[in-house]
C-alpha cells in the first residue's frame, strides 16, 4: 500500500484502490501531483481502477478535466464509487459530457464497482 498527502492506493486480485483522503478542494496542481503518484506506484502495469472519490469536497475544473483526461493513463477501466447524491449528479453530468477514454461506471457501493471492474482483470 501507497499513502500520499492526499490518497491512499494499494492493488488486491489485480485491481488498483484508490482511495482520495479528504481533499476540501481539489485544484489542477494538485491533480497532476495526484496521477503522477499513481504512474509511479503502477510501474507501467495498467489495471482497472476503483476510485472512491468521496473525499473530495470540491473541485475546480481544470482538475475533473486533468483527470478524466491524463489521469485516465494506465487504467483498463475505472468504478469511481461516490454515493453522495449530488456527486453522483454531478459525475453523471460530467462523464456523459466529457466522454471518458476507457471504460467508465459511477457506482453507490465498493461491491457494485468490483463487479463491474473483474471483467477488466
Known sequence: MKETPHA???ITNGIMFFIYKPISFLDYPTAKKIVEERLKFQLETQ????CDTQGIKNSAKSARDYL???GSAL?????????RHIANVMLRFYLMKNKPLVPSKICDTQE???SFLNTYV
Open 8 to 10: 491512499k492506493f494499494w
Open 47 to 50: 489495471y482497472p481502477i476503483l
Open 68 to 70: 478524466a483526461n491524463e
Open 75 to 83: 487504467t483498463k477501466a475505472v468504478a469511481i464509487v461516490d454515493n
Open 112 to 114: 457494485d464497482a468490483l
